[in-house]
């Protein structure tokens, strides 16, 4: 099978497409020839150096959209020829930027017939992370005030929608040009980071939503109400942060995204009735995997980016 594969970490042009032995699946997996895979930040950052693999040669991609070819010992759930979507288990599952891949059965969930596989690709990783976040973490109620940083991003555009379908009041912040995007997502309100602090624009929030972490984590502690919930999608820094969180009443989370067959399935049927739908910023095929990550490597897209393995 085709893949892309990496033999050291760097800049994008370690990335080479390579011809690999197709993967078998084991006990309680399936394999899926795979149609579409999201890429996240999270590739990029593996790609670059070692994060949690220390495994070379590496092939990247968590996302993944596809066809169900065959099912290991065990599996109940799929049969061939089921189109599924899902998240390979996090970190150690990696390997969807290829034509086949191997994952528990239990990683996925089928795939709405109402989206197409590039729409499939492109949620898994991002939206159960939002969902973890909001759900499960802070466990989000009708009518509290969510704060969303990075709102126009992978993560952030996906987690203004489940915020507001589960009738929350959603603010984000994004440069300007993004705005009226966040607003035709359903955010409430929209900061612009760039000219204001968000300090001074936002009070009394209930849970704040930071794929940032820096600055940006220690200064959301301001603006939480009292018994509210940070929840963090990257290490802090702030040795004062703890003292200072107790000060104030409010917890903080740090959040890694976990494999969630669950997860899943509340997000296919968000999908499915249209309350959840990616923005897609460009599709590359999988051959383009550089160009695809040199432009997520810039920081400033828009929603999601997309490899399409194989469209038919
Ligand atoms: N812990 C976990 O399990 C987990 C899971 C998923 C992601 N993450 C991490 O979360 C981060 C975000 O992921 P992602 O997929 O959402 O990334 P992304 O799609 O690449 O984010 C790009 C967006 O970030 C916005 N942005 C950048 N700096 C900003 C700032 N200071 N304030 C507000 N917006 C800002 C940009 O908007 P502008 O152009 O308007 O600045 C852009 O739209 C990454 O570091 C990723 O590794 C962690």
Known sequence: MRAISQDEYGTPEVLKETELPRPEPGPSEILVSVRAAGLNPTDWKHRAHRVFLDRLPLVLGWDVSGVVEAVGYGVTLFKPGDEVFGMLPYPHGVGAHAEYVTGPARAF????????????????????TAWQALVDTARVQPGQRVLVHAAAGGVGHLAVQIAKSLGAYVIGTASAPKHEFLRSLGADEVIDYRSVDFRDAVRDVDVVLDPLSGDTRVRSLDVLRPGGVLVSLLPGADPEEG?????????????????????????????????????????????????AHALGETDRTTGKIVLVVDAS
């Open 109 to 128: 969930t089928h795939k709405p017939a109402s989206i197409d596989h590039v729409q499939a690709g492109a949620l898994p990783l991002a939206a159960l």
């Open 243 to 291: 003292a200072k969180a107790e000060a104030r009443g409010v917890r903080v989370e740090t959040l890694l995204v976990e494999a969630d067959q669950a997860g899943m399935k509340a997000l296919a049927e968000l999908a499915a009735s249209g309350a959840l739908r990616a923005h897609i910023e460009e599709v590359f095929p999988l051959p383009e995997a550089a160009k």
